[in-house]
């Protein structure tokens, strides 16, 4: 599988390992920077990583930053981005059978080194369960629709 890497100063002390370890299993990986732990902004790595899963260059994409929220946030606003902040293993086996989820966003700060390795693990090892879960995960991709005018809301307004 080809996975491509990013994340900020705050995820860069884990991202090289992570690099490793991915490797050690046999994936390709494309780490898209950053080059040093200078501070950076994550928005730019997030979305390195998520144009090069949106189009198909890599299979999935590993984001890092303190927290993994902000990096995912920024992922998922590019089309055809599934991306989620995943901190513990359990999440990241649902998000892929349940969502589909093609990029996480990995908290640096606070969650180890051990346990990160162990979420990006399942998170390439569970295949999306499909069934039920297809017709929602079509909903949550016509969001990137721009004719899509959403679903319509009548709260006596």
């Not at 590993?62 to 981005?81: E, F, N, Q, R």
């Not at 995960?137 to 721009?146: F, H, L, S």
């Amino acid at each position: 599988m080809r996975i491509a890497i990013g994340s900020d100063h705050a995820g860069f002390l884990q991202k090289a390992p992570i690099i490793e370890h991915l490797r050690s299993l046999g994936h390709e990986v494309v780490d898209c920077g950053p080059a040093t732990d200078a501070r950076c902004d994550y928005p730019d790595f997030a979305d390195k990583v998520a144009r090069l899963v949106a189009s198909g260059k890599a299979d999935r994409g590993v984001l890092i930053c303190g927290t993994g929220l902000g990096i995912a946030m920024t992922a998922d606003k590019v089309p055809g981005v599934r991306a989620v902040p995943i901190q513990s293993v359990e999440f990241a086996r649902l998000c892929r059978e349940h969502n589909n989820a093609n990029v996480i966003g990995l908290s640096g700060r606070f969650v180890s080194l051990m346990d990160n390795e162990a979420i990006v693990d399942t998170f390439l090892t569970t295949e999306f369960a499909g069934g039920r879960h297809t017709g929602r995960v079509e909903k949550i991709m016509r969001e990137d629709d721009p004719d899509f005018a959403g679903v319509p809301a009548d709260f006596g307004m």
